[in-house]
C-alpha cells in the first residue's frame, strides 16, 4: 500500500504501473517464520542485576525536578480527624486527569512534590464554575488548588475534597491518589468512585468515603470545616459520621459509607499500604 | 537457558493438582484462560468457584514487567517497602522516552543523554534489588518479554496496554498501573474482577496477502472498542494452530483496542518452535511435559458456546485484507471494499508514509515478508511513492535483520531506520512535514481530530502499513 501510495490499492486485484510505463502486479508476501540461521546479537542491551544488591546507591541527585525520593506517609494519629478545611467540591466529571493532568506534568511523574502541583487543577470548583480557583478559608483569598492546599499544610491543617458520581474514573495512574496524600489532604468524600481509583486512595492510607445519602453532597458549602468521627471504632461495613460546621456557625451531621475490608483498614491506620510491608520485612 | 526457568517449573509442578482443584469447584471442562486464572489464585488451590464478571479475585502474577516511563514512580514506591529484592521477577525497558526524528543513532545518543538521570535511577534501583534492566536501544517492552520472558500458561503484568502481547505464547498477560506492579513487587496479591470469556474459533488457513493482524482487525470491527471491555479472549481451532507464535501476539497486541482485558491461545507446536528459536528449549521442554493443562479441554473447543460467554467464528480461508480506521480502531473495511468506502466518506487516500515494526508487528516473519514486498519494487522496477520507517521491535531483531540483508533491501527503497523503540506510535516522532501542516491526508486527520494523539498514530501505523 505505502509501495502504491493509496490507500485503496487492492494488492489482489489491481495494477501498478512501473517506471517503463508497464502494468504489473505484486505478488503475495511470503516470509520465513523465523530465522532459517537462527537469530543473532553481538549486545542485547540487557543489565544483569547484582547477585547482591544491598551496597549499590540509588542514583537520585537531590536537585533533581525529576525524581525524588519518597518518604513514607505518616501513621493515623488514633483520634478522629476534626477541622478539615472543604478544599474543593469538586462538579460534575472528575477524572484521574482532572485529578493530576498528564501532558506536559508526566515529565515529572518521578518527582512526587513537582507533579502534586497539577493536583486537582481540572477539576470544576461548585463554588465558582471554575477550574483551579478556591478559596484559602485562612484568608479569604482565592487562589490555585495545589497552592491553597500547601498553604493548609503548611499550617498543619488537613483538608478533605468532595466529589461527584464516578470520581476518579479514566486511568490507573497512582499520582492521583499519591499528591492529595502527599499535600496533606486525609479524605476523599463523594457520591461514588471509580473503583481503582477508590482502592488506590486506600492504598495511599487515605480515606475514601461515600455519601450515605447522595443528596448530602448539596449540604456541603464553600466555608465548611469537616470532622470525620468513628474511625476509633473503624470496621468493614460500619458507617462513619461527617460533622459540617458551616460558617454561620449551625452544623449537622450526616452519615458516610466505605468499602474498607479489615486488611485495608490496617493500611488506613498504618499510614499506606507499604507501611506495613516495611514493618512485615522488618520484623 | 531461560531466565527464571526455576520459577516456571515450580509453576508447572502445581498445575496438575492446581487444575484438579478448580475442576473440583468449577464442575465443568475448562477453557485455557480458567486454567490460568486458577492455577495463580492468591489463596492457593480453588476453594470456590468465581463469577466472571462479578467476584473480585486475588492473584499471584508470575512477573511484573515496566517501561521506563511507569516505572518511575512504581520503582520509587516499592522502594519504600524495604524489601531487600522484589518478590517475583520483574523487569525495566528503556522504549517509551526515545523520540524518533533522525534515526535511529542519532535519536538513541539523543534519549540517553536528555534521560540521562532518569536511566541512571532505572538502572541503579534494577541493579539493588533484582530487576532485570534493558537498556535503551535494548526493543520495545512487549518485544523484549516475548523473546525472553513470556511462557505458556504463565500470568504476568506490565505497566503498558499492550503487555497483552505475551499471550502469543499462552500467557495471560495484564496491562496495569504503576501501583499495582509496586504491589505485586512488594508481595502483595493483585486484585482482579474475574473475566468474562470470549472465544473465538479460528477455522481455515491464512495465505497470501492475509496475515495475522486481519484477524484481529476483523475481530475489532465484531466487538468494536468497547466489546472486549472485563473480558479475556479466547483462540483456538486449527486457524489458530496453524499461525506463528508471533502472529498470535500480533493478534494479542491488539486485543488491547477492544478493550479485553487480554487474549490468549493455548500450547501449540508454533510456541514450541518459537521457544526453541530464542534459546529456551528448557521452557519448551518443561511445557511439553504438561502440555494438557496449557490449552482449554477439547470439550470446551468441540462446543465452544457451551462455556464461553460469547463465541466467535472465522473462516480464514475466506477472511480478506482489512484496512481500520480512520479515528477508530474498530471501522474495519474490507480491502475489496476501501474504494467505495473512502469515496463515500471522503477519506483522503494518499498513503505518505509507511511504518514497518513497532510492537505490533516486528517479528522476523513479518519483516521478511515486507522484504518480499520491498524486494518485487526493485524487481519490477516500481518506485515506492511513500515513505518508509522502519521500528525494530528488539536490538535482537534488528542485528539478525540486518545478517540477513534485510535493512539493505529497504535502504534501497529508501526507507529510514529509527530506533528499537516506541517513538512513531506513541507521538515520540518529530516528523518533518508533519511541523508544516502540510496536506497528510491520514496522518493530519487523525492526529487533529483524535486526541491523544499516542492513539491515532497507533491507528496509523497499523493500518497503514498493516500490508507488510
Redesign the interface.
Known amino acids: ?8 490499492f ?4 489491481d495494477y ?1 504501473i ?3 510505463g ?1 502494468k ?1 502486479m ?10 532459517r ?14 547477585e547482591d ?2 551496597g ?6 537531590p536537585t ?1 525536578d ?5 518518604a ?1 506517609f505518616a501513621a493515623w494519629e488514633g483520634v478522629d480527624l476534626k477541622g478539615l478545611k472543604l478544599l474543593i467540591k469538586a462538579k460534575g466529571k472528575c477524572t484521574t486527569d482532572h485529578i493530576s493532568m ?1 501532558g506536559p506534568w ?1 515529565k515529572f ?2 518527582h ?1 512534590d513537582n507533579i502534586s502541583n497539577n493536583m486537582l487543577i481540572g477539576a470544576i470548583n461548585f463554588a465558582n464554575d471554575t477550574a483551579n480557583t478556591v478559596k484559602n478559608q485562612l484568608t479569604g483569598a482565592y487562589d490555585a488548588v495545589p497552592a491553597v492546599q500547601r498553604a493548609y499544610k503548611a499550617a498543619g491543617i488537613g483538608s478533605i475534597v468532595v466529589g461527584d458520581e464516578n470520581y476518579g474514573e479514566g ?5 492521583a ?2 499528591e492529595p496524600r502527599h499535600l496533606g489532604v486525609r479524605a476523599v468524600l463523594v457520591k461514588s468512585f471509580a473503583r ?1 481509583h477508590e ?2 486512595l486506600k ?1 495511599q492510607g487515605m480515606l475514601a468515603l461515600t455519601f450515605a445519602n447522595k443528596e448530602d453532597y448539596n449540604k456541603i458549602l464553600e466555608d465548611d470545616v469537616l470532622d470525620i468521627t468513628g474511625l476509633t471504632t473503624f470496621a468493614p461495613g460500619q458507617p462513619l459520621t461527617v460533622v459540617l460546621n458551616h460558617a454561620d456557625g449551625t452544623s449537622e451531621e450526616i452519615s458516610v459509607n466505605h468499602t474498607y475490608n479489615a486488611q485495608q483498614i490496617e493500611w488506613f491506620k498504618a499510614g ?4 506495613i ?2 514493618a512485615q ?2 520484623q | 537457558m531461560a531466565f527464571d526457568i526455576e520459577m516456571i517449573k515450580a509453576l508447572y509442578a502445581r498445575f496438575p493438582e492446581r487444575i484438579a482443584a478448580a475442576r473440583k469447584v468449577v464442575n465443568k471442562p475448562l477453557t485455557l484462560t480458567e486454567k490460568i486464572l486458577y492455577t495463580h489464585l492468591a489463596e492457593g488451590d480453588a476453594t470456590k468457584a468465581y463469577g466472571r464478571g462479578v467476584d473480585y479475585v486475588d492473584f499471584n502474577p508470575d512477573r511484573v514487567a515496566m517501561q521506563d ?2 516505572a ?3 520503582l ?2 516499592f ?7 522484589v518478590a517475583v521477577p520483574s523487569t525495566v525497558h528503556c522504549d517509551h522516552l526515545i523520540q524518533a526524528k533522525e534515526g535511529s543513532r542519532p535519536d538513541l545518543s539523543q534519549a540517553i543523554s536528555g534521560n540521562k ?2 536511566y ?2 532505572l ?17 520495545i517492552i512487549h518485544q523484549i518479554v516475548l523473546e525472553n520472558y513470556a511462557f505458556p500458561g504463565g500470568m504476568m503484568i506490565g505497566t503498558d496496554s499492550h503487555t497483552v502481547n505475551a499471550g502469543g505464547l499462552g500467557m495471560v498477560a495484564i496491562g ?5 506492579a ?2 505485586v513487587m ?3 496479591a493483585w ?1 482482579l474482577k474475574f473475566p468474562k470469556l470470549i472465544g473465538v474459533k479460528l477455522t481455515g488457513k491464512l ?3 492475509v496475515s495475522p493482524k486481519d484477524v484481529i482487525l476483523k475481530v475489532a470491527g465484531i466487538l468494536t472498542v468497547k466489546g472486549g471491555t472485563g473480558a479475556i479472549v479466547e483462540y483456538f481451532g486449527e486457524g489458530a494452530v496453524s499461525m ?1 507464535a ?1 502472529g498470535k501476539g500480533t493478534i494479542c497486541n491488539m486485543g488491547a483496542e477492544i478493550g479485553a482485558t487480554t487474549s490468549t491461545f493455548g500450547y501449540d507446536d ?1 510456541m514450541d ?2 521457544l526453541r ?3 529456551r528449549a528448557d521452557v519448551a521442554d518443561a511445557a511439553n511435559a504438561i502440555k494438557e493443562h496449557l490449552t482449554g479441554d477439547p470439550e470446551v473447543y468441540a462446543n465452544p458456546e457451551l462455556y464461553f460467554d460469547q463465541v466467535i467464528e472465522i473462516n480464514l480461508d475466506e477472511l480478506e ?1 482489512y ?1 481500520n480506521g480512520p479515528f477508530t480502531p474498530d471501522l474495519a473495511t474490507p ?2 471494499k ?2 467505495e468506502a ?1 469515496a463515500a466518506n471522503g ?5 505518505e ?2 511504518l514497518i515494526g513497532s510492537c505490533t508487528n516486528s517479528s ?10 520491498a524486494k ?2 526493485a524487481d ?9 520507517t522502519i521500528t525494530p521491535g ?4 534488528r ?2 535483520i540486518e ?2 540483508g534485510f535493512i539493505d533491501v529497504f535502504n534501497k527503497i529508501g526507507a529510514e531506520v529509527f530506533s528499537n523503540a516506541c517513538g512513531p506510535c506513541i507521538g515520540m516522532w518529530a516528523r518533518a512535514g508533519a511541523d508544516k501542516k502540510e496536506k497528510t ?2 496522518f493530519t486527520l487523525l492526529t487533529a481530530t483524535l486526541p ?1 494523539a499516542r492513539m491515532a498514530t497507533q491507528i496509523l501505523t497499523r493500518l ?5
Open positions: 500500500m505505502a509501495i502504491a501510495g493509496d490507500l485503496t487492492n494488492p489482489l486485484t501498478l512501473n517506471e517503463n508497464e504489473v505484486l505478488e503475495a508476501p511470503t516470509g520465513d517464520e523465523l530465522p540461521n537462527g537469530f543473532a546479537v553481538e549486545d542485547a542491551g540487557f543489565q544483569a542485576p547484582a544488591g544491598s549499590v546507591q540509588i542514583a537520585v541527585s533533581s525529576r525524581l525524588q525520593l519518597l513514607p498528564a508526566l511523574r518521578g512526587l486511568s490507573s495512574r497512582e499520582h491518589a499519591m481503582i482502592t488506590n492504598k499506606g499500604a507499604l507501611n510491608i516495611r520485612v522488618a | 516511563a511507569t518511575q514512580m512504581a520509587l514506591q522502594m519504600q517497602a524495604g524489601r531487600p529484592k538521570e532518569v541512571d535511577f538502572a541503579s534501583v534494577s541493579d539493588k534489588y533484582g530487576i532485570g534492566f534493558w537498556k535503551p536501544g535494548a526493543g496495569v498501573g504503576g501501583a499495582d509496586c504491589d512488594a508481595g502483595l486484585e495465505n497470501g496477502w506463528s508471533t508454533s518452535r518459537y528459536g530464542t534459546e485484507p484496512i480491502i475489496s476501501m474504494k473512502a477519506w483522503p487516500t494518499k498513503v508514509v509507511g522476523y516473519e513479518d519483516i521478511s515478508r515486507s522484504v518480499s514486498l518485487q519494487v519490477k522496477n516500481l518506485k515506492a511513492k511513500a515513505e518508509f528488539s536490538e535482537l531483531i542485528y539478525t545478517r540477513d491526508p491520514l491523544p497503514l502499513l498493516r500490508l507488510n
